[in-house]
């Protein structure tokens, strides 16, 4: 089903005329040319020009085969584009003419152009020669009764002009392709149902578009709110080092300012059975620095001992054994080991 067109005008000289028939597809590839809407703007630009001063095109039964003569059967006014297709006026159609459409003779219709000025030469009403594309019948109304089928009508005459000026033309002749009536009943039924479906479809696209919306928004707050916790916490784990007794210079040196910029990330690290960001690694291991420099066991003094090393990393004098043994002692009680353990690890390694 199609456009439904407006009823047809009985003109006081006795011919007949009809409004806004669609003659020619857009947006489609015929012969290896694109016809774009661009294109059908330029003939609505070529058309108007050419009949400014009072010509029209005319209205032939069947096309012009290779330059043959044959009386104009109407003309072609008001050429239009219509999104995707162009629409013309069929004026001072003869009555015998007129009739013979009634009665479904002439169902069809081919526009002859120029390609290449995308002017409109003519328009001819095909019978047992259909169109050279198979598209959907289009009707006009007549009367209150029956509704007269046309096809949609494309190219039948090709005229081709080279860099040498000369102008040649192809003729497509395509299959039959019979009539179809609809009711006026039926039509309107079609019309209702593609309606609908148009509808339905802007309801759903705007659905879809509002939950996106809603989404991205979401997204968005989600986002805001990680930022601003991830503030937060770096916020008290600064303050947390203030509380452990670090000195703001330290706090505020380069190489914690990026270790608790390197810590701040959302990355989770499992501590035994723990969970564990960043921060809270790094707050643990500056609040064993912390304790271990209130205890005094953070470094060993100096001048405790010195010299060589042990396995324990610690400096030992080879010559101090009453340093040596006085330091095992104290290893093997904070650690919970034996004397000898601790007296073996601090004396001297050979060579």
Known sequence: MGIQYPTSQDEADGTHSITGVPIFKLDEEKRGFYYGQDWGDRAVAAFDDITKDGYLPPLIRGHNWYGEERPAEGFIQNLKRDESTLTADFVKIPADLF???????????????????????????????????????????????ETLIFSQSEVGVWHNTDDKGITTEEINVAENITPEVVTPEQFAAQTAIIETMRTDLTTANTAIAEEKARADKAEQKFDAGNTEIRGLQVTAFGNTMKSLGFSPAFIESTEVVGATALFGSETVVKFGETDHTGLDGATAFFSAIAKAATDGTLMVPKGEVSGGTSDTGLPVDADDEEARVAQANKFAAEKGTSFSVEYKQLLPKEG
């Open 99 to 145: 009739a013979e459409m009634e009665d479904r003779k002439w169902p069809y219709r081919s526009v002859e152009i120029d390609q290449s000025s995308a002017e409109l030469m003519a328009v001819a009403l095909l019978g047992s020669n259909a169109p050279y594309d198979k598209l959907p019948l289009l009707a006009f109304k007549q009367g209150e009764g």
